[in-house]
């Protein structure tokens, strides 16, 4: 069974920043893409940044030039960092892997407040 643990989210003033990580384990398959999804109450859960296991990355329009992503594949660990943070960034944030090519995995979400 995979698990993905997420650690990093809190409450920051707007122009701040916050580091999000995410360590999945218990795979006996690659991890080929892994990535950040956040979610607003009564709102679907939308695409922050994806990155391959080649390093490959994708943002959405909103975070591009703000947020990085990156991973370590050794550990099968993905990072966010998040620059000058926005009051509209306030979300829940999902850590997201996809595992042999074939099955998502979703972390428990961590809280991501911003403050104006």
């Known amino acids: 069974q995979v698990q993905l643990v997420e650690s990093g989210g809190g409450l920051v003033q707007a122009g701040g920043s916050l580091r999000l990580s995410c360590a999945a384990s218990?795979?006996?398959?690659?991890?080929?893409?892994m990535g950040w999804y956040r979610q607003t109450p009564g709102k679907q859960r939308d695409l922050v940044a994806l990155i391959s296991s080649g390093g490959n990355t994708d943002y959405t329009d909103s975070v591009q030039g703000r947020f990085t992503i990156s991973r370590d594949n050794a550990k099968n660990t993905v990072y966010l960092q998040m620059n000058n943070l926005k009051p509209e960034d306030t979300a829940v944030y999902y850590c997201?892997?996809?595992?042999?090519?074939?099955?998502?995995?979703w972390g428990q979400g961590t809280q991501v407040t911003v403050s104006s």
């Open positions: 218990g795979s006996r398959f690659s991890i080929n893409r």
């Open positions: 997201y892997a996809k595992v042999g090519g074939l099955f998502p995995y």
